[in-house]
């Protein structure tokens, strides 16, 4: 519309108001002015900038229209032009568009994902462990609604995370968080709060070889004498016999709804119930003698189960000793290897294990370890341990780890001093 002029009062005076009807926000523009001459002037001035500009332009705000020239100032230093923009945008938008019922911040979602889990029987520990993963990558964005995240986001920060060695992540952890952290996005996409899972467009981490490897005797008879030392680490004597000599799976032992009461120390008897087992593989594991020892000394000490900072003192162990490769779920695995001299029998082995034959036949019994090997783990008693705490042997192997440790955090100071010194400014 072309913009009309009329005569008004205001304030008992005359006036003259100019309609240039609604611009860009719907509000309808009516300025008044005190003569019909400055009126003249500001419809004159319209309609030159509609000539300049067209009508768009003309009806924007001043407060929009320099909005508008501060962007196109700044697109214009990024050497682009507002269609590259415009189009950069349709892309993005297509690639990234979700759609969300109602939009929901990240660490809304991560409450979500611990109540799911827990509800469905997973271990408080595996949960809290999950989502202090997801707490990581959500540092600064916490109250970013879910659906904004995009998986570039993600992407560049599992470049950047690493290991306790300060290693970039392996390719069997990338593997298992990415899966986590498609979980997580599964959770929001079920509650509607996005629509695309953003682990779907990461690079899908292939099949990883398996490496099989078992403790030798000698780190068994190590470990379970640092477990011995002292009063702290005597609280896991435990879950540590249930692994190494009981065959139970790490977070079957951590199962809050695991306990003693499931132990029958004599009869040598352990139920694992179908919602401790990890497959529902519901069985009952038969002990065997050195098993019901150390269980005997564990309940005497009145060792918790579910454990206690079980992941705090097993590091303690470790250091005690020097033991640098922590196997994942390897007590279970020498197990299960050393159990086959005994049975003589893998159907029995597996009835203790609760995997299939076909796990243990290709992860274990193609280690071929001799029999006198096997039967060795099995004499690795309370006893035998406290005469080996007496010995010049273990005096060595704790001075020997305490001289490496204290010769790597030598070498790591000198580096922190060397970076330190090249950062400094040079005269």
């Known amino acids: 519309m072309e913009p009309t002029k009329r005569e008004i009062q205001k304030s008992g005076k005359k006036k003259w108001e100019v309609d240039f009807g609604i611009d860009e926000n719907g509000v309808r523009r009516r300025p008044y002015f005190a003569t019909e001459a400055d009126a003249d002037a500001a419809i004159d001035n319209y309609e030159k900038d509609l000539k300049k500009g067209g009508e768009f332009w003309a009806r924007m705000s001043t407060p929009a229209r320099k909005e508008a020239v501060s962007v196109l100032e700044e697109i214009k230093a990024a050497n682009m032009t507002p269609r590259q923009v415009w189009e950069d945008h349709k892309r993005w938008k297509k690639d990234n568009q979700q759609t969300t019922t109602t939009p929901m911040p990240y660490e809304d979602v991560v409450a979500e994902f611990r109540k799911r889990k827990l509800a469905v029987g997973k271990t408080e520990e595996y949960v809290n462990e999950v989502a202090d993963l ?15 995240i995009l998986a570039a986001d993600l992407e560049a920060w599992i470049k950047t995370q690493e290991d306790k060695a300060h290693k970039p992540w392996g390719l069997s952890t990338k593997r298992t968080n990415q899966g986590r952290f498609s979980s997580l996005w599964e959770v929001a996409i079920a509650k ?65 709804k695991f306990g003693w009461q499931f132990i029958n120390l004599k009869n040598g008897l352990v139920k694992v119930t179908a919602e401790v087992a990890k497959t529902g593989d519901e069985r009952t594991i038969r002990l065997q003698p050195v ?51 005994v049975y003589r029998n893998d159907y029995d082995v597996v009835k203790d294990c609760g995997n299939s034959i076909r ?41 020997t780890a305490a001289k490496a440790a204290f010769e790597k955090a030598e070498a790591e100071k000198k580096v922190e001093v060397t970076a330190s010194a090249e950062a400094q400014p040079k005269p």
């Open 134 to 148: 997801f707490k990581k990558f959500g540092m600064g964005r916490e109250k970013q609604p879910i659906h904004e």
């Open 359 to 399: 796990v243990l036949l290709k992860h274990y019994a193609a280690l071929h370890v001799p029999d006198d090997v096997s039967l060795e783990h099995w004499k690795i008693t309370p006893e035998k341990v406290n005469a080996y705490l007496r010995t010049k042997e273990w005096k060595k192997v704790v001075e």
């Open 192 to 256: 509607g709060w996005c629509s695309l899972n953003i682990v779907d467009r990461l690079e899908p981490v292939g099949k990883i070889g398996v490496t099989v490897e078992i403790y030798p005797n000698e780190t068994t008879l190590n470990l379970m004498a640092a477990v011995m030392s002292n009063n702290a680490t005597k609280q896991i004597i435990a879950p540590m016999a249930l692994g190494f000599f009981g065959c139970m799976r790490p977070e079957e032992a951590q199962h809050e």
């Open 291 to 341: 098993a019901v020892q150390w269980l005997h000394r564990a309940k005497e000490l009145g060792n918790p189960l579910p454990p206690v900072n079980e992941r705090r003192l097993v590091d303690q162990c470790c250091e005690l000793i020097g033991l640098q490769n922590w196997i994942r779920d390897g007590m279970r695995k020498n197990c299960a290897t050393h159990l086959r001299a």
